[in-house]
């Protein structure tokens, strides 16, 4: 790029596709990861519904995807994210791995966020008759409130450095423009300003969940 005015037009389309893709994988991290999140908590807590094979077997299928880097995730599942999404490159695409991935990460930190609950005001509500369910909707989740919402500002800053390296294989966004026009193009310009972008971004998701978290404290 010769300059910024040639540069805006790429930029602003990489965001919207970044915007894209964190929207879609977060949504489904939530949608997905919480309730996985609430079951490895429950089956392996002694005092609510301790279940030792069940949770061993959601420990395993969690921590074999976390082992994959994200790179060869998503050139592995490429003829699923193919298949399901009817496209091989471009955002929507690239969310499918983005999903998979961030799934087990932030079921992982809903679960560390369970365990930072105090077994006292469980086993009260154990005591006082109430069932598991009504245990974990009205007692772990406003407990864990805050630890919850750091670790959705946690799982969306993984989502966004993810979709940076989905760039490599044409999942558009800010990391698909710094390496096809930034790396491949020998662009100083544009790779120095996708990496201030980039950090920029970060900074405001970090600031946005600080900022939602200590409200939800001063409640």
């Not at 154990?126 to 750091?150: F, M, R």
């Amino acid at each position: 790029m010769d300059n910024f005015s040639q540069l805006w037009p790429l930029l602003y389309r990489a965001l919207l596709e970044t915007a894209l893709m964190v929207s879609i994988s977060i949504f489904f991290a939530v949608l997905i990861g919480l309730p996985l999140g609430i079951l490895l908590y429950i089956t392996q807590h002694p005092l609510l519904f301790k279940i030792k094979p069940l949770n061993a077997t959601l420990g395993w299928l969690v921590n074999i995807v976390r082992s994959f880097p994200f790179i060869i995730l998503i050139v592995a599942i490429m003829p699923f994210a193919t298949w399901l999404v009817n496209a091989s490159h471009g955002p929507v695409f690239a969310s499918v791995a983005l999903s998979i991935a961030a799934v087990p990460l932030f079921a992982r930190l809903v679960e560390s966020s369970f365990n930072s609950v105090g077994d006292g005001v469980i086993e009260a509500s154990i005591a006082g008759g109430a069932p598991i369910y009504l245990i974990v909707t009205d007692v772990l989740l406003p407990e864990a409130k805050n630890s919850i919402t750091q670790a959705i500002t946690l799982t969306i800053i993984s989502i966004i450095a993810f979709s940076a390296t989905a760039g490599v294989v044409g999942g558009g966004g800010v990391g698909d423009l710094a390496i096809r026009y930034g790396y491949y193009r020998y662009d100083t310009l544009t790779m120095i300003v996708t990496v201030i972008v980039l950090v920029i971004i970060v900074q405001i998701v970090q600031w946005a969940g600080d900022f939602i978290s200590n409200r939800a404290e001063e409640r």
